[in-house]
């Protein structure tokens, strides 16, 4: 069974007679997981969060990383990664060229297991992961930001970057797009689409707006 793939295992499973104490075990370990990777490593990034501002931690997809770093080609220089996870948009960007690269992460053990991933991947003290809320992060001299947010969390953050990144910053939002803004650029498909928004752009859409009014 080594060498069954995921569909193979499956179709076995439904072919065979577990039995109720079977069901059963295999409820109360999977439960018993869930819940042991809720205390150990998603709780304690929460504890300090209001409710609607927690964000589930969901790692990228390869194509999701590739989208993300496609909106950003021809860009250069610093990246921040707000809500960073497990850390591998800032491993790709690094490899990318962006220097320095920086997730900003709340949960402990997410810090420890992108720390682990740089230093498995060679990239150990190349990237940085600072626990830190995004929120008190000082975005003033960042060109270059990426965001896997919630779509609460997202309809939040939209005036703290406008009001601190500087009109040449571009921000790749990725899973889900900002609700109030209008992207330049789009990547991707389905569940993988990423959307890259010109602050410049934006500003100057506000500004429109209030004028307005």
Not at 17 to 24: E, M, P, S, T
Not at 151 to 173: F, G, N, R, T
Not at 190 to 201: F, L, N
Request: hydrophobic share 40%.
């Amino acid at each position: 069974m080594d060498n069954d793939t995921p569909d193979e295992v499956f179709a076995e499973l439904k072919t065979e007679h577990l039995g109720g104490w079977g069901v059963a075990q295999i409820a109360v370990g999977s439960g018993l997981a869930v819940y042991a990777m809720w205390v150990g490593i998603l709780q304690p990034g929460f504890r300090r969060v209001p409710l609607r501002l927690q964000v589930p931690y969901i790692p990228a997809s390869r194509a999701q990383v590739a989208n993300v770093i496609t909106l950003l080609r021809g860009r250069k220089g610093s990246l921040v990664d707000l809500g960073s996870g497990d850390g591998r948009i800032v491993l790709e960007a690094h490899r990318q060229g962006f220097a320095p690269a920086v997730g900003y992460e709340l949960n402990p053990w997410l810090i420890r297991l992108s720390n682990f991933h740089a230093w498995r991947a060679g990239f150990h003290g190349k990237v940085t992961y600072r626990r830190e809320d995004l929120w008190k992060v000082d975005l003033t001299e960042c060109k270059n930001v990426t965001v896997f947010l919630a779509p609460s969390v997202l309809s939040l953050l939209q005036d703290k970057l406008q009001a601190e990144l500087p009109d040449d910053a571009i921000v790749v939002a990725g899973r889900f797009p900002f609700p109030d803004w209008k992207p330049c650029r789009i990547e991707g498909q389905g569940v993988d689409r990423a959307w890259a928004y010109s602050m410049q752009a934006q500003k100057q859409h506000n500004s429109r707006k209030n004028d307005k009014l």
